[in-house]
Every structure is written in structure tokens, then in C-alpha cells.
């Protein structure tokens, strides 16, 4: 997935997926810097590598839980 793609979803709740990978993180994108995208979660914050990232699904005025 690309950034310029990425970026789009800054600041926005997301549910992003890896697949196969077995990451499956749903939060507010913060930060895209290179291959990184840094997420804020009810748990904190995580980084995810753009490289394996599958899906994202921007979440429109819902509430959700991990």
C-alpha cells in the first residue's frame, strides 16, 4: 500500500489488516512516515509496516472496540 494512500486516512478511525499476517489493529491513524504507520488504540500506541498492510476500512461515525 502506498502512503500517498495512507496519508489519506490521517486522523481517521481505522481498522487496518495485515491478512495472513495475523495484525489486525483498529484505532486513529497519527502518523505516516515512510513504510510506518503509527496508530493510537485504546491500548496506546502502535506501529504497523505499510508494507504488509492488506486492508483498511475507515470507520464513519462509530463508535468501536478492539
Known amino acids: 500500500m502506498t502512503n500517498e494512500i495512507i496519508q489519506n486516512?490521517?486522523?481517521k478511525q481505522c481498522?487496518?489488516?495485515s491478512g495472513s499476517f495475523g495484525t489486525n489493529v483498529t484505532g486513529k491513524?497519527?502518523?505516516v512516515n515512510e513504510n510506518w504507520i503509527e496508530v493510537e488504540?485504546?491500548?496506546g500506541k502502535e506501529l504497523i509496516n505499510?508494507?504488509?498492510v492488506q486492508r483498511i476500512k475507515?470507520?464513519?461515525?462509530r463508535r468501536f472496540s478492539e
Open 9 to 11: 486516512c490521517i486522523g
Open 15 to 17: 481498522y487496518i489488516s
Open 29 to 31: 491513524v497519527i502518523h
Open 41 to 43: 488504540t485504546k491500548k
Open 50 to 52: 505499510a508494507e504488509f
Open 58 to 61: 475507515i470507520m464513519q461515525n
